[in-house]
């Protein structure tokens, strides 16, 4: 995936300039930036990246410099990956199920926080990580709604499993510590109230202190025009609900977003095929591509369109079927979008807030996919404003 050193002032800038055949992302550094200091200046606690997210070097290089300092990382090449970008970052190892010689790894790279959500992984980290200055956090799962996407059902050990770990790190000489994830796309912040409340009471019921609350990723980001999330009230929540449930025992907190860290800073070109009699959309990436994850977490209705001068398309929307370019029949947006009514064959198609699980899961499926990446100083659009 090419870089340019070009930077563009807008989207619609490059397009009017090159009208691309192939899907375009559009990074820009400065979103990237504000929404880490929203993170940074809201979160009550430490805030980390999950790099499985977005793990584009440049990514990674803004986050450091706006001020991110720990990571969350999942395997070795991500643990190599920060340790030569950031090497005084934190890392955490929460992927909570790892080989020998990936422990191995992750010692070797001074790695000091390790999630673990079963009995036998928790041994394996006492035979294999010295457990000096080493915080071992347990990961705990509660049958809770909320999330788009719940991923409860791979990882997360319920409640009385838990209380059964956290004694047992304990006794193996670890520093204890308890982690959650609500679910990606997590809409409603009472999912992360239950979560605190579970901790606390694990934490009573074990009589050990817990040292840090890792409150997972999850925050939701913006994918549909009437559904914004509110990061600030759910930051104040967490903070109230752990004052409420832990009092005098108040752990640390840390948080660790991919998908609301990210997904703001990218936009997505793509082109319009074809619109088969006047029905569906044909458009040049889908599900095999950087729209990935729309048929796991649904789709992103914040688009515009442009006409081959980059001009705006103002019609009124009109619900249409999407389709991505292979032929495969599961390449297909999960939902309907409304399309302005004026678009056209050859158009472009900006979806907004697609920086998290694009890039980092994207194919080559059928010959399609072939993704550049461009840098833009903004993704608003000012002819949207002129338009409007
Ligand atoms: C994927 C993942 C995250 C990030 O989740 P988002 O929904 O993108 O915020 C955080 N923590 C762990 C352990 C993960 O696996």
């Known amino acids: 995936m090419g870089l340019s050193n070009n ?12 009208a691309p055949e192939h899907p375009v992302l559009f990074f820009s550094p400065e979103i990237l930036q504000a929404n880490a200091h929203r993170f940074l200046s809201g ?10 997210a977005n793990p584009d070097e440049a990514v990674l290089q803004n986050l450091v410099n706006a001020g991110i300092c720990g990571f969350d990382v999942a395997s070795p ?3 190599d990956t920060i340790a030569r970008l950031a090497p005084h970052a934190a890392m955490h190892y929460n992927n909570p199920v790892r080989s020998r010689s990936e ?4 010692v070797k790279a001074g790695v000091k926080s390790y999630s673990v959500d079963s009995r036998s992984e928790l041994e394996k980290l006492g035979e294999l990580v010295p457990s000096e200055g080493v915080e071992i956090a347990v990961r705990f799962k509660l049958p809770v709604d909320g999330a788009a996407y719940n991923f409860g059902a791979k990882f997360g050990a319920t409640v009385d499993l838990a209380r059964d770990l ?15 994830h609500p679910g990606t796309q997590c809409t409603d912040p009472a999912a992360w109230a239950s979560y605190i409340h579970a901790a606390a009471g694990i934490g009573r019921d074990t009589g050990v202190r817990i040292n840090r609350l890792n409150v997972g990723g999850g925050f939701p980001s913006h994918r549909l025009n009437d559904v914004i999330p ?32 990210v997904a703001e800073s990218y936009a997505l070109a793509t082109r319009v095929r074809a619109i088969r009699d006047d029905a569906h959309v044909f458009i040049n990436d889908g599900i095999y591509g950087a729209l990935s994850e729309l048929h796991l977490v649904g789709v992103i209705d914040r688009i515009d369109a442009f006409g081959p001068e980059a001009q705006l398309r103002t019609g009124d929307p009109v619900l249409r079927t999407v389709f991505g370019p292979t032929c495969d ?12 009514c004026d678009m056209q064959e050859e158009d472009h198609v900006i979806f907004y807030g697609v920086g998290a699980y694009s890039v980092a899961t994207a194919t080559r499926f059928n010959g399609f996919g072939n993704l550049t990446v461009e840098i833009v100083q903004s993704q608003t659009c000012a002819l949207r404003a002129l338009a409007a």
């Open 7 to 18: 930077i563009w002032a807008s989207p619609a800038d490059y397009l009017r300039n090159h």
């Open 329 to 340: 029949s599961t390449d297909k947006l999960p939902s309907e979008i409304g399309f302005p």
């Open 230 to 261: 509110q990061l600030d009230a759910t930051f104040a929540l967490i903070d109230r609900v752990t004052d409420e449930a832990f009092g005098a025992d108040r752990p640390a907190l840390v948080c660790e977003p991919g998908r609301a860290l």
């Open 43 to 52: 979160f009550p606690g430490f805030v980390t990246y999950a790099v499985k």
């Open 103 to 106: 422990i191995k790894h992750a």
């Open 77 to 79: 090449v991500e643990i």
């Open 166 to 180: 956290v004694m047992r790190a304990q006794a193996l000489g670890f520093t204890v510590s308890l982690t959650f």
